[in-house]
């Protein structure tokens, strides 16, 4: 029978809009870059890289996402397709993989994926001819059976030696199109599958450079785009009787992007800046769409026409409705500007991301902005928009840090020739003539600033690798000063850095092992500081490897070490600093597997650490996925993977919590994905306070949350008489309630209060619940 949850919240609270439900997982895609657009009588889909906007033409426009967390079956959409005969959205993906959906039901269709190629299965059109779906990709042409969502038969018109781009009929003609050639086969003859039945169509060249793109057929003409190595030279021709004849004029520079049939007698160039519309008959100009028509600039991937007028997706600017060739209208979803992300900070309720990366051990010199994730809502902030950096050369932001005391100022960092830059709300470059941060070299203009951090204080601590003092501070009177930090910490490669909740800082040096430094509270006086290198050495530390690549701090004062060999513990951390030689080493966690001793997580690959609002310890792995381990370390509660949860990668490159709400934020290499965790932050107060949901729908399945309370308290869940119905312990700041007695039965109709203990021992009611059955 299914329960209806009425819950009264008997303190003021925060309402939790759009934010996911307790062991929920939510997809952060730009919806920006869109690749390709499907239109059927009632739906605009536009599919963006990962996920694909969804426009309801008969309400109002209203519009939804399709993600891999909510039915689709995987992440990199490589291309879409209506098929109007069966009323179905085919998507391509990336890695071979076919969704079909249906009437909103998904129905994967994995054999592209599963297929033993060693090249490429990238999907790249799809085409009805027939009662089948044809499907070029990278490998072969592969025909689909929709009836079954099947795999009908493979050809290889290029032998597998090239990629197929596109296809096209006309009549029993099959074309298949690759970079270099047009070829083309019967569809009736029943060895088609094998290479040498398919022909060169000699109408066109075959090309040695550049090359051949799409195929489109319109008044039962073939037309192809011809894409050319030096910008504005791409062209659209179609194929006659006697060979080609052009289309596009020589008007202006082409950068022809693709080609759509708006119908039997119109076809649609389009282009960076600019839509040209072709009567196909004679190939007279019909409409022309620029950018510089409506003021907004454009680049589209593909059109389509309906009744509401020329529909776009673009490639910087999601979908355009286009009623006339001087109007538009923008239609895009919630997220982040693009999809590239490195590294994250979190205060107050505000996520920060950092989009630079390495080539292993130089820049990238990507330029991808810096993201904010803040009240449900995304902002963006472009390189190429803000005054201090015009005229200046930088790139890769690898990481990002919010002062706590101002969640307005924020600090980014970079490996180029503005090291520093630090935005409230106007920006500020830190160079060598105005801060203590140095050159890698005498000869070089870069800097290598691998870490920024703001301490509780709202001093702003930065990492600068390769100079004899790599520990400077920026502190809150804007007054700068650096740090000897011992030998071995000289003039190499920096990582990572933290502050305890000691106020201890704590970095790695690439192979020197992990750092501490204490200035005793005493930034402006250095003779009281100490610090201490602790390396794998079997009397200096101890640890797995000397290549640390995590470092977190847990409410206990221990420090965890992740690095590329295992993690390890350093308890009592704050003894370190006058400790003698083996006796600051950190311990790794033996278990007994199967009658032998070994080390907990054995020789992982730890790529970051996050302590959550119970102490639990999160572990991210280079290809493992994520481990969640108990406060002690003692134990695994919890491993997510792709094989067993909606995980879109087990490569892990950094996570963060939203310690308010227990959101927790993965980047991945194939993007950002959240997870909503059962542990927060404490609120010894209980000014925060919520349970919920509220109401609870009868459809819901989903636990009770009780949120905002005292760290590690016990919750106990009575029935009006008093009796105890259920009891646990949170964590942190969060408790959850499966609506279940402590035997595991489902509680009867009726309402349940929720009581806590206080710091002084005492029960205190935080809400109750109306349970109808």
Not at 309 to 317: H, Q
């Amino acid at each position: 029978m299914k329960t209806i949850l009425f819950i009264i919240v008997l303190f003021s609270s925060r309402i939790l809009f759009s934010q996911i439900g307790m062991g929920k997982w939510r997809i952060h895609a730009s919806s920006s870059k869109a690749i390709d657009i499907a239109v059927s009588d009632q739906f605009v889909y536009t599919a963006f890289e990962k996920g694909i906007l969804k426009v309801d033409l008969l309400n109002n426009f209203e519009n939804t996402v399709m993600d891999v967390m909510n039915g689709l079956s995987d992440v990199e959409i490589s291309c879409i397709y209506w098929d109007k005969i069966d009323n179905s959205l085919f998507i391509g993906y990336e890695n071979g993989n076919i969704d079909k959906v249906k009437n909103d039901i998904v129905f994967n269709i994995p054999a592209i994926k599963l297929a033993n190629v060693a090249s490429s299965k990238r999907v790249n059109r799809f085409e009805r001819i027939g009662n089948y779906i044809f499907v070029a990709t990278d490998f072969a042409l592969i025909e689909l059976n929709p009836a079954k969502n099947e795999v009908r038969e493979t050809y290889y018109p290029t032998n597998g030696n090239e990629k197929i781009l596109d296809i096209a009929n006309i009549g029993d003609t099959i074309f298949a199109l690759s970079p270099s050639r047009l070829l083309r086969g019967v569809s009736s003859n029943p060895i088609l599958s094998d290479p040498s039945q398919w022909q060169v169509d000699s109408r066109i060249s075959v090309l040695n450079e550049y090359q051949y793109k799409e195929v489109e057929v319109a008044d039962n003409k073939l037309f192809i785009v011809f894409k050319h190595d030096e910008y504005g030279k791409d062209s659209l021709f179609y194929l006659s009787n006697s060979g080609k004849v052009l289309v596009s004029n020589n008007e202006f520079p082409l950068a022809i992007n693709s080609i759509s049939k708006l119908d039997e007698n119109q076809i649609a160039m389009n282009c960076q800046e600019f839509i040209i519309v072709y009567n196909t008959i004679n190939s007279d100009v019909v409409k022309s769409y620029k950018s510089i028509n409506i003021g907004a600039s454009m680049s589209i991937s593909r059109s389509f026409k309906s009744g509401d007028g020329l529909w776009a997706a673009d490639r910087s600017n999601c979908l355009y409705l286009f009623p006339t060739e001087f109007s538009f209208k923008n239609f895009r979803a919630n997220g982040p500007y693009n999809n590239f992300f490195y590294s994250m900070d979190y205060t107050n309720g505000k996520m920060g991301f950092a989009s630079g990366y390495m080539m292993a051990t130089s820049p990238a010199f990507s330029k991808n902005g810096i993201h904010f994730f803040e009240n449900e809502t995304w902002s963006f902030v472009d390189n190429y928009q803000q005054p201090c950096w015009n005229g200046k050369y930088i790139w890769d932001f690898l990481d990002i840090s919010i002062n706590p005391l101002n969640h307005q100022e924020y600090a980014v960092c970079t490996p180029s020739e503005i090291p520093v830059t630090v935005f409230n709300p106007t920006c500020n470059n830190y160079i060598d003539s105005n801060s203590t941060l140095e050159l890698m070299s005498e000869e070089s203009s870069w800097y290598w600033i691998s870490d920024v951090c703001y301490d509780d204080d709202g001093n702003l601590w930065c990492l600068n690798g390769f100079t004899d003092n790599p520990l400077n501070v920026l502190d809150k009177n804007k007054n700068w000063k650096n740090f000897y930090c011992g030998f071995e910490a000289r003039n190499k490669r920096t990582q990572k850095m933290i502050i305890d909740f000691n106020n201890l800082i704590w970095f790695s040096v690439k192979d020197q092992g992990l750092f501490g430094y204490n200035h005793n509270g005493t930034i402006e006086d250095e003779s009281d500081d100490q610090f201490k290198q602790i390396t794998s050495g079997a009397f200096t530390g101890d640890l797995p490897s000397s290549n640390v690549t995590a470092i977190a701090a847990d409410f206990n004062g221990e420090i965890w070490i992740g690095t590329d060999a295992g993690f390890a513990i350093l308890y009592n951390a704050t003894n370190v600093f006058a400790a003698n030689s083996g006796d600051y080493n950190a311990q790794r966690i033996k278990i007994n597997f199967e009658g032998n001793v070994e080390y907990l997580l054995g020789s992982t690959h730890i790529t970051d650490i996050e302590v959550d609002g119970g102490n639990r310890k999160w572990m991210a792995t280079a290809n493992s996925g994520l481990i969640l381990l108990s406060a002690d370390g003692n134990e695994i509660l919890e491993t997510l993977t792709m094989e067993n949860s909606p995980l879109i990668s087990n490569v892990i490159y950094d996570i963060k919590l939203n310690q308010e709400t227990g959101e927790l934020f993965i980047i991945t290499d194939r993007g950002l994905v959240s997870y909503r965790t059962d542990a927060s932050y404490e609120d010894p107060n209980y000014e925060s306070t919520i349970v919920f949901p509220n109401p609870v729908r009868p459809n819901f399945f989903g636990p009770v949350t009780i949120q905002g309370i005292r760290y590690d308290s016990d919750v106990k869940i009575t029935d009006v008489a008093g009796n105890l119905v259920f009891k646990t312990t949170s964590n942190g700041g969060t408790a959850t309630w499966d609506c279940k007695t402590l035997n595991g039965q489902k509680v009867a109709s009726g309402v349940y209060f929720i009581w806590t203990a206080t710091n002084e021992g005492k029960d205190k009611k935080v809400g109750k619940v109306l349970v109808i059955n």
